[in-house]
T-cell receptor, first 113, second 115 residues
């Protein structure tokens, strides 16, 4: 099976702009989780989607949002970008309610100038 | 709140020696504990995981032990090789059916295996 894919891989934006990141899970996986990775804060949970529904959300401001489509692909959006949003954004897919194992995509590296 | 502490933050060992990384979790409802290896510029890769109904699990040179009473779990790598050099993350989560299911990660351990 093909692994988790994310697009774009790299992105440069300026403060105040918004950005949309995309994640395609492993075929057959219905759950997508998003994480932010920074040198200072490590890996932090953003949110999880299962069957187009957000099941859980981490401690991030409302500027961070997401959605999942019927084909399980997921997008996350960050509005009004701040310098501190510069990070590697990772998505992970899992089979869903059948298992906990999460498989990560390569990430999107976002730089906010 | 939920928290996972990981030690040490850096670990340097001679090739062939063993390496041990320890984690402590705070959420007593956690019952799934994966370990990920992340090489520079690459995605985290699952190397081993353990569930709370098991005390130890081995996969070739890698083993994980879990002490639910003390809320500790550890990664053991034997006969280390230079290609084991990477950052290792532990994580803890509740069961998949729990609406609060999410991975809480430790801060990572940078392992360097000296040839």
């Amino acid at each position: 099976k093909a692994g988790v894919t994310q697009t774009p891989r790299y992105l440069i934006k300026t403060r105040g702009q918004q950005v949309t990141l995309s994640c395609s899970p492993i075929s057959g996986h219905r759950s997508v989780s998003w994480y932010q990775q920074t040198p200072g804060q490590g890996l932090q949970f953003l949110f999880e989607y299962f069957s187009e529904t957000q099941r859980n959300k981490g401690n991030f401001p409302g500027r961070f949002s997401g959605r999942q489509f019927s084909n399980s692909r997921s997008e996350m959006n960050v509005s009004t970008l701040e310098l501190g949003d510069s990070a590697l954004y990772l998505c992970a897919s899992s089979a869903g309610l059948a298992g906990e194992t999460q498989y990560f995509g390569p990430g999107t590296r976002l730089l906010v100038l | 709140g939920e928290n996972v502490e990981q030690h040490p933050s850096t670990l340097s060992v001679q090739e062939g020696d063993s390496a041990v990384i320890k984690c402590t979790y705070s959420d007593s409802a956690s019952n799934y504990f994966p370990w990920y290896k992340q090489e520079l510029g690459k995605r985290p890769q699952l190397i081993i995981d353990i569930r709370s109904n098991v005390g130890e699990k081995k996969d070739q040179r890698i083993a994980v032990t879990l002490n639910k009473t003390a809320k500790h779990f550890s990664l053991h790598i034997t006969e280390t090789q230079p290609e084991d050099s990477a950052v290792y993350f532990c994580a803890a989560s509740r069961g998949r059916m729990d609406s609060s299911y999410k991975l809480i990660f430790g801060s990572g351990t940078r392992l360097l295996v000296r040839p």
